[in-house]
């Protein structure tokens, strides 16, 4: 036994479709991680050693020279919103030569170095440099969109086929129960028969009547059948263990009325229905192409800016009569690593640099293929966005006026129905009296039978035309308070 909601919350539980589409949201918020990534910072590490000889043709120097060089460096660049890069690095290196006439061996150097780059036309703004982060966006919305309109279909379809199931039910149930009468009223005409009160011929009549209710019934409980298959498709039953257990619907079609104007609904589809929102964004997507291109024939003007602050200490050797040509070295005077940083966060030395360059390809005035291409994108999704506008319009239109025809068929199938009770019931009292003969009452039941299945048509139809309008409408899934997962709809 199982409610419409029962029913809703299994499919939203198990169906396979539903969860493989589930993963997508998740996978397309990997990749607005993705395009973020870019501004995390990015922190280097180098190091070199360097061992040179060198062949000199200089007498002074002999025939050759050795070179040690031993440098470490650190560096953090960090990419900003503008679309420039910053960039702050700390070197040390230390240098010991065998090279004549040096007069500070070994060598110690430090640097602290301040870098930044930043397009002040092509590539210059957060709008531009963040294009990816936005697309990236969109398009994970827009797989939360896919996931609502599938499953404000499935909730439909569930719908349809629950309340067809109801409705194949209820019809069974008429039937049968028209059987049952039929087949007392059969016995009852073959005793009539048998002391002569009634002839063979309405015997075989009766028998008719039976043979084809019993037809119906079969045909009944083959529909039930197929809308219960039906039920455990959507619902993802285990064939093997609950092929064999029938589905009981516990809800019944109700007669309460939605209150609600064509305008109202139009409003309503225009601002929730899935294939709406997708194209919003789809089209906020293209616009960004525009955007994105119209920047991209711009010429490239850059702004380079450097600072930087040297230091440097050493062993300072110190030379017979203070002439390096003698080679003699009579005294040093120490020096450290730590003395070349001293100099450089004094900033003792200060050098800095700025400067423009201008680079203009021939394709901002020859060719702009890539612009062209996104305008005719955007032209596109534009008429699609029109197409799907009017599609909806004549979907609440064609939904809005079958709703309103099903609840006049309520009230006239009721009517009908009742009619029909009364002239049974008259017709049965005139049998009683031997007035008529039974074809007549067959034919008063067989209408009667026809009735009560209407009015149970007539009040499934019209749940299912609810059902319908708020699928096209987009609402089903609020209206019902459904939540999947993490998302709200």
């Keep these: 036994e199982l409610s419409l909601m029962d029913c809703v919350l299994t499919v939203l539980k198990d169906n396979l479709e539903i969860a493989l ?42 025939t050759n020279y050795v070179d040690r060089t031993l440098r470490y460096n650190f560096g953090v660049r960090q990419k900003i919103i503008t679309g420039g890069e910053l960039e702050i690095s700390l070197l040390t290196q230390s240098s010991d030569t065998t090279r004549a006439l040096t007069t500070i061996n070994p060598n110690y150097r430090g640097e602290l170095s301040l870098n930044f780059i930043q397009p002040i036309l092509k590539g210059f703004g957060p709008k531009i440099n963040t294009i990816d982060i936005t697309k990236a966006k969109n398009l994970r919305d827009i797989s939360v969109i896919g996931l609502k309109s599938n499953l404000v279909q499935k909730v439909y379809e569930l719908e349809e086929v629950y309340w ?120 906020e997507n293209v616009q960004l192409d525009v955007t994105f291109q119209k920047n991209q024939i711009l010429p490239q003007l850059d702004l380079s800016a450097s600072l930087w602050f040297p230091g440097q200490s050493g062993d300072i050797l110190i030379f017979q009569d203070n002439n390096p040509y003698t080679g003699i070295v009579v005294d040093k005077i120490k020096g450290s690593r730590m003395d070349s940083f001293r100099d450089v966060f004094d900033f003792k030395y200060k050098n800095w640099y700025v400067t423009l360059n201008l680079n203009i390809p021939l394709e901002s005035f020859l060719s702009r293929s890539g612009l062209a291409k996104a305008k005719l994108e955007q032209e596109k999704k534009l008429l699609e966005r029109e197409k799907i506008e009017k599609d909806i319009y004549y979907n609440v239109r064609e ?78 899934l609020k209206n019902k308070n459904i939540k999947y997962k993490q998302f709200v709809f």
């Design 21 to 62: 589409q589930s993963y997508e949201p998740e996978i397309a918020e990997f990749s607005i991680n993705q395009a973020q990534d870019i501004y995390w910072p990015n922190f280097n590490l180098g190091y070199s050693n360097f061992n040179y000889n060198y062949l000199t043709n200089w007498a002074v120097q002999g």
């Design 399 to 476: 939904a809005f006026k079958e709703l309103k025809n099903r609840e006049k068929q309520i009230d006239t199938a009721t009517r009908y129905r009742e009619l029909t009770e009364k002239r049974m019931k008259a017709e049965e009292e005139r049998y009683n009296l031997g007035l008529v003969g039974n074809e007549w009452l067959f034919q008063y039941q067989r209408d009667l039978a026809q009735a009560k299945v209407s009015e149970i048509k007539a009040l499934i139809d019209y749940r299912i035309a609810v059902a319908k309008l708020e699928r096209i409408m987009g609402v089903n």
């Design 164 to 283: 067809n199931l109801v409705y194949s039910l209820e019809n069974l149930k008429v039937y049968e129960m028209t059987l049952n009468q039929n087949l007392e009223r059969l016995q009852q005409v073959k005793e009539a028969e048998r002391v002569g009160a009634k002839s063979s011929l309405e015997v075989l009549r009766t028998e008719t009547e039976v043979a084809n209710y019993e037809n119906s019934v079969l045909a009944g409980q083959t529909q039930v059948e197929m809308f219960q298959d039906r039920i455990k498709s959507l619902l993802n039953f285990a064939t093997e263990t609950e092929d064999l257990k029938a589905i009981i619907p516990i809800d019944m079609p109700s007669l309460e009325k939605i209150d609600i104007s064509f305008e109202g609904a139009l409003k309503t589809a225009y601002a929730e229905s899935p294939e709406m929102e997708k194209y919003k964004k789809e089209i």
